[in-house]
């Protein structure tokens, strides 16, 4: 058995749940999933059907982005995994995927604001946007310097990882992370409903105004303070 299975299988699983989800069409999207003391990540391969897929044809991949086990070429966004898993020690399992509404809001460079309680229980900020890379960045080593415009916007606005574990990248899509790779899926589904949730909040009212600050620390400790007491 493979030194990786362990991983293989966690990120075959999690892929699996995209489509589940209705977060993918076709093969658009990722799941990875890190072993830190082995310093590598599974992730799905390039352009293979989620019908397809086996923990067998999961790609393993240094922090450098070099394949380190498997015969398949990785997905695309392999550089950008590799990126975060480098330099943000504390994530398990990062997912991208190109989910309608979460989507939509990247195409539109909008935040997806904060506008009820669905949203609080699991942020206190909008969802926040990265803007386009600049032309040198995009001429370059493109997945790889998308994985610093992910991280420089967040260190920009003040946002920990640890706390805003999903992100929009402008005219892209939207990426997310968490403590392992299902963490990641949750989060993957959950910015897409709230995206969903905020565009039919703008259609029926366009005045709408963001939550008020009181709600959203309610429901966000209740959820994950020291005296949480939802979903407990």
């Known amino acids: 058995m493979s030194l990786y299975q362990h991983i293989k299988e966690e990120a075959y699983h999690a892929n699996m749940q995209l489509p589940k989800l209705g977060l993918v069409l076709f093969t ?3 799941v990875s999933a890190v072993d830190r003391k082995l310093g590598v990540f599974a992730i799905k391969p390039s352009g293979v059907p989620y019908e397809d897929l086996t923990p067998e044809k999961m790609v393993i991949v240094d922090f450098d982005g070099n394949t380190v086990e498997g015969t ?12 975060l898993y480098k330099h943000w020690e504390n994530i ?3 997912v991208h995927t190109h989910s309608t509404y979460a989507t939509a809001w990247a195409q539109a460079l909008r935040d997806i604001p904060l506008y009820g309680t669905t949203h609080a229980d699991h942020l206190t900020t909008d969802v926040p946007c990265a803007p386009p890379m600049d032309d040198a ?6 997945e790889y310097e998308t994985g610093f415009q992910i991280m420089n916007y967040l ?5 920990s990882y640890e706390e805003v574990e999903m992100v929009l990248v402008g005219n892209h899509a939207p990426f997310t992370w968490g403590k392992d790779a299902k963490k990641a899926v949750y989060n993957s589904a959950v910015v ?5 949730m905020a565009l039919l909040t703008e259609q029926i009212n366009p005045q709408v105004l963001r939550m008020k600050d009181s709600l959203i620390k309610k429901h966000f400790e209740r959820k994950h303070g020291p005296d949480s007491y939802y979903g407990q």
């Not at 398949?72 to 990126?83: E, G, M, Q």
């Open 192 to 196: 897409e409903e709230i995206a969903r």
């Open 137 to 142: 960045m995009i001429q370059g080593d493109y």
């Open 155 to 159: 260190q920009e606005k003040g946002m």
């Open 28 to 30: 658009f999207g990722n």
């Open 92 to 94: 398990g399992g990062i």
């Open 72 to 83: 398949l070429r990785p997905s695309s966004d392999t550089k950008t995994h590799a990126v």
